[in-house]
């Protein structure tokens, strides 16, 4: 009999936290064709906004200025945008509340481990 090793997730131990957990994975792994982070994040149609965060054709962008204004975590903004791909219809208030509260719930392992897809260095090219 072969032994298959499953892979190791951090868990919180909440079955319910530890399925929407496991679903932001599938959605970065499946779903997620790139992770980009760039220095300033601009709306494509209204360029004088900033963005924390953007989701389009499959690719996240991540604002690294903006968040630094905010003392915002960026991987708060990727659970948001992986959340706008795992629940298309949503609203973006339901999205934003849904981050919040799943924020709340992740482990700190959990939040290290998604912090791990986060690209160090930014990318010059526009959504």
Request: charged share 35%.
């Amino acid at each position: 009999m072969i032994k298959v090793q499953k892979k190791k997730y951090p868990l919180s131990g909440n079955t319910i936290v530890d399925e929407w957990f496991l679903t932001l994975i599938d959605a970065l792994k499946k779903g997620i064709e790139a992770i980009h982070l760039k220095q300033v994040l601009r709306d494509p149609d209204d360029l004088r906004k900033e963005l924390f965060g953007l989701l389009t054709e499959g690719k996240i962008y991540l604002g690294k200025r903006k968040h630094r204004n905010k003392k915002e975590p960026l991987v708060k903004t990727l659970i948001h945008e992986l959340l706008h791909e795992v629940l298309p219809i949503s609203s973006h208030k339901r999205i934003r509340n849904f981050e919040k509260f799943l924020w709340i719930l992740f482990t700190d392992n959990q939040k290290r481990y998604l912090r791990r897809y986060i690209p160090k260095h930014t990318v010059k090219k526009d959504p």
